[in-house]
């Protein structure tokens, strides 16, 4: 069964400095990953994915991720991070059974303090 | 362009109860899921659909049902509501299966659902 781990609840960084949200899964095969962003009172927004190739992943709004088999890990950063960041992030891994379905870590709270 | 529509916003129901969550989108999307959102524990999968008139069960189905008549709509049913479903609700949708590959979910703004 596939898995996936948010190990901060709350991640805290000053504007202006770089950001890292961690994840790290575990699944049978080859991994499909992604990256979620929930601002308060709305639905999921797509961030980035990693499905193969390159395993630095840019995506939405100078994110960017980082694919690390050997560590089962793929970890969301940002060089300069915006008060506008704050928000719930989420990984999450594709499932085993064929079609589109998610399943999610339990999420990160990153505050970006001014 | 709308994406994915959900209704209503906000809910509140008595033990027992039943109500249905709708869930359109205007995207022709092959794929529709409903997730439940609760804190410290992400977001969960209730039921998905891969095409018309194909469901399936997630990792949380009981006490709910779903039906898939035409592409755009894929409503939630709530059999007998419980306080434990006290939850938020969403609802996403996707171009294709995983012969499309990792295709991205577009998700509704949420339903917010309490139970007494």
């Known amino acids: 069964a596939q898995s996936v781990a948010q190990p901060e609840d709350q991640v805290n960084v000053a504007e202006g400095n770089p950001l890292t949200v961690k994840c790290t899964y575990s699944v049978s095969g080859n991994p499909y990953l992604f990256w979620y962003v929930q601002y308060p009172n709305r639905g999921l927004q797509f961030l980035l994915k990693?499905?193969?190739?390159?395993?630095l992943v840019k995506g939405s709004y100078g994110f960017e991720a980082e694919f690390n088999k050997s560590q089962t890990s793929f970890h969301l950063k940002k060089p300069s991070a915006l008060v506008s960041d704050s928000a719930l992030y989420f990984c999450?891994?594709?499932?085993?059974?064929?079609?589109?379905?998610?399943?999610f870590g339990t999420g990160t709270r990153l505050t970006v303090i001014p | 362009n709308a994406g994915v529509t959900q209704t209503p916003k906000f809910q509140v129901l008595k033990t027992g109860q039943s109500m249905t969550l709708q869930c359109a989108q205007d995207?022709?999307?092959?794929?529709m899921s409903w997730y439940r959102q609760d804190p410290g524990m992400g977001l969960r999968l209730i039921h998905y659909s891969v095409g018309a008139g194909i469901t399936d069960q997630g990792e949380v189905p009981n006490g709910y049902n779903v039906s898939r008549s035409t592409t755009e709509d894929f409503p939630l049913r709530l059999l007998s509501a419980a306080p434990s479903q006290t939850s938020v609700y969403f609802c996403?949708?996707?171009?294709?299966?995983?012969?499309?590959?990792?295709?991205?979910?577009?998700f509704g703004a949420g339903s917010r659902l309490t139970v007494l």
């Open positions: 999450a891994v594709r499932d085993q059974t064929g079609a589109n379905n998610l399943f």
């Open positions: 990693y499905i193969t190739g390159d395993n």
């Open positions: 995207m022709n999307h092959e794929y």
């Open positions: 996403a949708s996707s171009a294709g299966t995983v012969r499309s590959g990792a295709n991205v979910l577009t």
